[in-house]
Protein backbone atom coordinates (compact mmCIF):
# COMPACT_ATOMS: atom_id res chain seq x y z
CA UNK A 1 0.00 0.00 0.00
CA UNK A 2 0.94 3.59 -1.00
CA UNK A 3 0.02 6.51 0.50
CA UNK A 4 0.22 9.87 -0.86
CA UNK A 5 -0.12 12.73 1.81
CA UNK A 6 -0.89 16.56 0.74
CA UNK A 7 -0.33 19.02 3.03
CA UNK A 8 -1.40 22.62 2.41
CA UNK A 9 -0.69 25.37 4.82
CA UNK A 10 1.94 27.80 4.97
CA UNK A 11 2.88 28.19 8.66
CA UNK A 12 5.98 26.07 9.93
CA UNK A 13 4.34 26.17 13.42
CA UNK A 14 0.72 25.08 12.61
CA UNK A 15 -1.21 22.43 13.96
CA UNK A 16 -1.08 21.07 10.23
CA UNK A 17 2.72 20.10 11.01
CA UNK A 18 1.57 18.69 14.22
CA UNK A 19 -1.21 16.49 12.15
CA UNK A 20 1.74 15.38 9.60
CA UNK A 21 3.69 13.50 12.18
CA UNK A 22 0.79 12.13 13.95
CA UNK A 23 -0.16 10.47 10.44
CA UNK A 24 3.94 9.79 9.66
CA UNK A 25 4.08 8.13 13.11
CA UNK A 26 1.00 6.30 12.24
CA UNK A 27 2.16 5.39 9.05
CA UNK A 28 5.38 4.16 9.88
CA UNK A 29 3.61 2.15 12.41
CA UNK A 30 2.19 0.07 10.39
CA UNK A 31 5.07 -0.38 7.85
CA UNK A 32 3.38 1.66 5.25
CA UNK A 33 4.90 3.85 2.46
CA UNK A 34 4.42 7.29 1.61
CA UNK A 35 4.59 10.23 0.09
CA UNK A 36 4.70 13.75 1.07
CA UNK A 37 3.47 16.70 -0.99
CA UNK A 38 3.83 19.98 0.71
CA UNK A 39 2.22 22.71 -1.35
CA UNK A 40 4.68 25.62 0.30
CA UNK A 41 7.73 23.41 1.00
CA UNK A 42 7.67 22.91 -3.07
CA UNK A 43 6.69 26.39 -3.91
CA UNK A 44 3.94 25.00 -6.03
CA UNK A 45 2.83 27.62 -8.24
CA UNK A 46 -1.02 27.22 -8.21
CA UNK A 47 -1.49 29.51 -11.14
CA UNK A 48 -2.46 28.26 -14.58
CA UNK A 49 -1.03 29.10 -17.47
CA UNK A 50 -2.46 29.95 -20.95
CA UNK A 51 -0.08 27.05 -21.85
CA UNK A 52 -1.13 24.95 -18.86
CA UNK A 53 -5.05 25.94 -19.97
CA UNK A 54 -4.41 24.98 -23.80
CA UNK A 55 -2.41 21.00 -22.70
CA UNK A 56 -5.03 20.78 -19.91
CA UNK A 57 -8.14 18.41 -22.02
CA UNK A 58 -4.76 16.32 -23.47
CA UNK A 59 -4.20 15.68 -20.10
CA UNK A 60 -0.80 17.43 -20.30
CA UNK A 61 1.40 19.90 -18.50
CA UNK A 62 4.64 22.01 -19.04
CA UNK A 63 4.85 21.98 -14.84
CA UNK A 64 7.24 19.25 -13.88
CA UNK A 65 6.10 19.52 -10.65
CA UNK A 66 2.79 18.42 -11.61
CA UNK A 67 4.16 15.69 -13.39
CA UNK A 68 5.87 14.19 -10.15
CA UNK A 69 2.42 14.74 -8.43
CA UNK A 70 0.67 13.24 -10.73
CA UNK A 71 3.00 10.24 -11.14
CA UNK A 72 2.88 10.28 -6.83
CA UNK A 73 -1.13 9.72 -7.60
CA UNK A 74 -0.69 6.94 -10.01
CA UNK A 75 1.48 5.11 -7.24
CA UNK A 76 -1.15 5.24 -4.57
CA UNK A 77 -4.08 3.51 -3.70
CA UNK A 78 -4.22 5.88 -0.13
CA UNK A 79 -4.51 9.52 -0.07
CA UNK A 80 -4.12 12.31 3.14
CA UNK A 81 -5.07 15.98 2.70
CA UNK A 82 -3.87 17.82 5.49
CA UNK A 83 -5.20 21.65 5.13
CA UNK A 84 -7.08 24.24 6.90
CA UNK A 85 -10.53 25.04 5.96
CA UNK A 86 -10.48 29.12 4.82
CA UNK A 87 -13.60 30.85 4.25
CA UNK A 88 -15.48 27.44 4.16
CA UNK A 89 -13.05 25.86 1.78
CA UNK A 90 -9.49 24.68 0.40
CA UNK A 91 -6.77 26.90 0.98
CA UNK A 92 -6.18 28.56 -2.60
CA UNK A 93 -2.93 26.71 -3.24
CA UNK A 94 -5.11 23.39 -2.53
CA UNK A 95 -7.33 24.76 -5.24
CA UNK A 96 -4.59 25.29 -7.61
CA UNK A 97 -3.27 22.06 -7.12
CA UNK A 98 -6.95 20.29 -7.76
CA UNK A 99 -6.93 23.03 -10.97
CA UNK A 100 -3.51 21.65 -12.45
CA UNK A 101 -2.93 17.86 -11.05
CA UNK A 102 -6.43 16.73 -12.09
CA UNK A 103 -6.64 17.30 -15.56
CA UNK A 104 -8.80 15.78 -18.15
CA UNK A 105 -7.78 12.52 -19.45
CA UNK A 106 -5.24 11.85 -16.51
CA UNK A 107 -8.04 12.30 -13.58
CA UNK A 108 -11.17 12.05 -15.37
CA UNK A 109 -12.21 11.80 -19.29
CA UNK A 110 -16.22 12.22 -20.25
CA UNK A 111 -18.66 9.65 -20.89
CA UNK A 112 -22.37 11.29 -22.19
CA UNK A 113 -21.38 14.68 -21.37
CA UNK A 114 -20.41 13.80 -17.81
CA UNK A 115 -16.84 12.60 -15.91
CA UNK A 116 -15.77 9.72 -15.47
CA UNK A 117 -12.97 9.20 -12.79
CA UNK A 118 -9.54 7.73 -14.13
CA UNK A 119 -7.91 7.72 -10.66
CA UNK A 120 -9.17 4.61 -9.62
CA UNK A 121 -6.57 2.93 -7.94
CA UNK A 122 -6.79 5.03 -4.58
CA UNK A 123 -9.36 3.61 -2.61
CA UNK A 124 -9.31 5.16 -0.13
CA UNK A 125 -8.71 8.83 1.81
CA UNK A 126 -9.02 10.67 4.84
CA UNK A 127 -8.92 14.81 4.84
CA UNK A 128 -7.43 15.92 8.16
CA UNK A 129 -8.47 19.57 8.61
CA UNK A 130 -8.62 22.36 11.05
CA UNK A 131 -10.90 25.25 11.11
CA UNK A 132 -11.73 28.45 13.12
CA UNK A 133 -16.10 27.46 13.12
CA UNK A 134 -17.21 24.50 15.16
CA UNK A 135 -17.39 21.44 12.77
CA UNK A 136 -21.39 21.12 13.22
CA UNK A 137 -21.65 24.58 12.06
CA UNK A 138 -20.00 23.82 8.63
CA UNK A 139 -21.79 20.77 8.05
CA UNK A 140 -25.55 22.19 8.88
CA UNK A 141 -25.15 26.06 8.40
CA UNK A 142 -23.40 26.10 5.57
CA UNK A 143 -24.58 23.10 3.95
CA UNK A 144 -21.30 20.30 4.52
CA UNK A 145 -19.28 22.34 1.95
CA UNK A 146 -16.28 19.85 2.09
CA UNK A 147 -18.14 17.06 1.62
CA UNK A 148 -20.08 18.41 -1.40
CA UNK A 149 -17.46 20.18 -2.57
CA UNK A 150 -14.25 18.84 -1.98
CA UNK A 151 -15.36 14.72 -1.31
CA UNK A 152 -18.23 14.58 -3.99
CA UNK A 153 -17.52 17.35 -6.33
CA UNK A 154 -13.66 16.39 -6.99
CA UNK A 155 -11.95 13.97 -5.46
CA UNK A 156 -14.99 11.22 -6.05
CA UNK A 157 -15.28 13.47 -9.57
CA UNK A 158 -12.01 11.41 -10.39
CA UNK A 159 -12.16 8.23 -9.26
CA UNK A 160 -11.48 8.78 -5.25
CA UNK A 161 -13.68 6.45 -2.96
CA UNK A 162 -14.23 5.79 0.74
CA UNK A 163 -13.20 9.30 1.50
CA UNK A 164 -13.55 10.27 5.54
CA UNK A 165 -13.20 14.12 6.55
CA UNK A 166 -12.48 14.78 10.26
CA UNK A 167 -12.15 18.39 11.44
CA UNK A 168 -10.37 20.08 14.81
CA UNK A 169 -12.46 23.02 16.08
CA UNK A 170 -8.91 25.24 16.72
CA UNK A 171 -11.21 28.41 18.22
CA UNK A 172 -12.35 25.80 21.17
CA UNK A 173 -9.31 23.52 21.38
CA UNK A 174 -6.36 23.68 24.31
CA UNK A 175 -3.68 21.30 23.88
CA UNK A 176 -5.81 18.54 25.70
CA UNK A 177 -8.31 18.29 23.00
CA UNK A 178 -5.81 18.90 20.34
CA UNK A 179 -3.90 15.82 21.53
CA UNK A 180 -7.41 13.75 21.86
CA UNK A 181 -7.80 15.20 17.97
CA UNK A 182 -3.97 13.60 17.08
CA UNK A 183 -5.24 10.59 19.49
CA UNK A 184 -8.33 10.04 17.12
CA UNK A 185 -6.58 10.58 14.07
CA UNK A 186 -3.86 8.01 15.29
CA UNK A 187 -7.36 5.68 15.20
CA UNK A 188 -6.89 5.61 11.23
CA UNK A 189 -3.30 4.29 11.25
Request: no cysteine.
Amino acid sequence: MNTTIIVSNPSKDSFSKKILESVKNGLDRKNKSYNIIDLYEDNFNPIMTQKQLELYSSGQTDDNLVKDYQSNLKESDEIILIFPIWYNNVPAMLKGFFDKVFVKEFAFTEEYKRPKGLLTNIKSGILITTSESDTEYIKNELNDPITNTIINGTLKVVGMNNIKWINNNLASSNDNKKQQFLDEINKYF
